[in-house]
């Protein structure tokens, strides 16, 4: 029992962190060099739209779900000297890369568009708010892609000294 709980915990840590790294590669690679080239009230109204529709049950599970599983994972290989230290490695990295920075970095930057009634804000304004939003907000996902890449990997190679 306890060999099936430890493998099952693994694959599902492997798979909410491979889907968090392919998440935030894709909006990296292709969400935000696309609207990036919008001007600024679609720009804007898109970054607004997606942010509001991406909050629901399945995205929280698969983001923070992690969070919660690395931990267990590297308690359950606490025996495993190799895997133990990659796997807490991958704990505190996606702790710290992906929680911390999404919940201090792009989250407050996503409440700020949020509140924002663009419709109602001059061309000045709304050149203002993307400035304040679009490269801070791009910074903070870049730490989140990295270090949901570097937890996979790191995983992926923890995965390969387990017993």
Same mark, same amino acid.
């Given at each position: 029992?306890?060999?099936?709980?430890?493998?099952?915990?693994?694959m599902l840590s492997i798979l909410f962190t491979g889907l968090t790294a392919g998440l935030?590669?894709? &909006?990296?690679? %292709? =969400?935000? !060099?696309?609207?990036?080239?919008?001007?600024?009230? *679609?720009?804007?109204?898109?970054?607004? %739209?997606?942010?509001?529709?991406?909050?629901?049950?399945?995205?929280?599970?698969? @983001? +923070?779900? !992690? =969070?919660?599983?690395?931990?267990?994972?590297?308690?359950?290989?606490?025996?495993? *000297?190799?895997? @133990? &230290?990659? +796997?807490?490695?991958?704990?505190?990295?996606?702790?710290?890369?992906? /929680?911390?920075?999404?919940?201090?970095?792009?989250? !407050?930057?996503?409440? =700020?568009?949020?509140?924002?009634n663009l419709e109602t804000l001059s061309k000045i304004e709304l050149h203002e708010l993307?400035?304040?939003?679009?490269?801070? &907000?791009?910074? &903070?996902?870049?730490?989140?892609?990295?270090?949901?890449?570097?937890?996979?990997?790191?995983?992926?190679? /923890?995965?390969?000294?387990?017993?």
């Amino acid at each position: 029992m306890e060999f099936k709980l430890k493998i099952i915990v693994l694959m599902l840590s492997i798979l909410f962190t491979g889907l968090t790294a392919g998440l935030c590669f894709t &909006w990296s690679n %292709a =969400v935000t !060099p696309g609207i990036g080239r919008l001007d600024n009230i *679609s720009f804007l109204k898109a970054f607004q %739209a997606m942010n509001r529709e991406i909050v629901n049950g399945r995205f929280m599970i698969v @983001f +923070f779900g !992690p =969070v919660i599983l690395l931990f267990i994972n590297t308690y359950l290989f606490k025996n495993s *000297s190799i895997s @133990f &230290w990659l +796997f807490l490695a991958a704990a505190i990295l996606f702790f710290v890369g992906i /929680g911390l920075v999404t919940i201090f970095g792009n989250v !407050p930057l996503n409440e =700020v568009l949020d509140t924002s009634n663009l419709e109602t804000l001059s061309k000045i304004e709304l050149h203002e708010l993307r400035n304040k939003f679009e490269q801070p &907000w791009n910074r &903070w996902h870049t730490i989140r892609t990295l270090s949901s890449f570097s937890t996979f990997t790191l995983l992926i190679i /923890g995965m390969l000294y387990t017993k």
